[in-house]
């Protein structure tokens, strides 16, 4: 919620007082307030992620799926936001690893729960492009998800392929041989 309004769409994300004050925790110009940095993710941006019902964006319905009027974005369109608004402003070693703790999370939960498979398959996508640091060092800590999500009976065919991308992904970079 931003001013006691429920998000249904990007566009108010990064304009908030909420939203400012993560890029200063992210940049490393404003100490980490881990109770704001949380609720920002876990309450306002991160639900977007499993959000697939028809939605009203100006008394209009718009599916939150494919990419819309108001600021709905697609789910491919939020990880690329995501990560360039957020994940590679993240400067601060222990904001960037705390970060990727909670994304991993919210995203194992998104990805293993009774989600639509656009936003399960998503999820994983998250989490095979976290990084340990930017650019492209492969978040080592997502391995054992990224197995999860290939080899769990209740995983979805979708899931797994974006799973197995991210353990490519990490043996190019030669972390699974050192997990």
Same mark, same amino acid.
């Given at each position: 919620?931003?001013?006691?309004r429920t998000v249904q769409?990007?566009?108010?994300?990064?304009?908030?007082?909420?939203?400012?004050?993560?890029?200063?925790?992210?940049?490393?110009?404003?100490?980490? *307030?881990?109770?704001?940095?949380? &609720?920002?993710?876990?309450?306002? @941006?991160?639900?977007?992620?499993? $959000?697939? =019902?028809?939605?009203?964006?100006?008394?209009?319905?718009?599916?939150?799926?494919?990419?819309?009027?108001?600021?709905?974005?697609?789910?491919?369109?939020?990880?690329?936001?995501?990560?360039?608004?957020?994940?590679?402003?993240?400067?601060n070693a222990a904001v960037?690893?705390?970060?990727?703790?909670?994304?991993?999370?919210?995203?194992?939960?998104?990805?293993?729960? *009774?989600?639509?498979?656009?936003? &399960?398959?998503?999820?994983?996508? @998250?989490?095979?492009?976290?990084? $340990?640091? =930017?650019?492209?060092?492969?978040?080592?800590?997502?391995?054992?998800?990224?197995?999860?999500?290939?080899?769990?009976?209740?995983?979805?065919?979708?899931?797994?392929?974006?799973?197995?991308?991210?353990?490519?992904?990490?043996?190019?970079?030669?972390?699974?041989?050192?997990?």
């Open positions: 919620m931003i001013n006691n769409t990007w566009s108010p994300i990064g304009l908030s007082d909420d939203g400012k004050a993560v890029l200063e925790m992210l940049n490393g110009s404003q100490p980490i *307030n881990n109770a704001v940095f949380d &609720r920002f993710f876990n309450d306002i @941006m991160f639900p977007l992620f499993a $959000q697939s =019902e028809e939605i009203k964006v100006g008394g209009k319905p718009a599916l939150p799926l494919v990419d819309g009027p108001g600021g709905i974005m697609s789910p491919a369109r939020m990880r690329f936001a995501f990560k360039s608004n957020y994940a590679v402003k993240a400067t960037k690893q705390h970060l990727n703790e909670i994304t991993l999370a919210k995203m194992d939960q998104i990805a293993s729960d *009774n989600f639509h498979p656009v936003c &399960r398959a998503n999820a994983m996508m @998250m989490i095979a492009d976290l990084n $340990q640091t =930017e650019p492209g060092t492969p978040y080592a800590n997502a391995l054992p998800v990224l197995l999860k999500g290939v080899t769990a009976p209740t995983s979805i065919d979708a899931v797994r392929v974006a799973a197995l991308r991210g353990i490519l992904r990490h043996a190019q970079s030669g972390i699974v041989n050192s997990a």
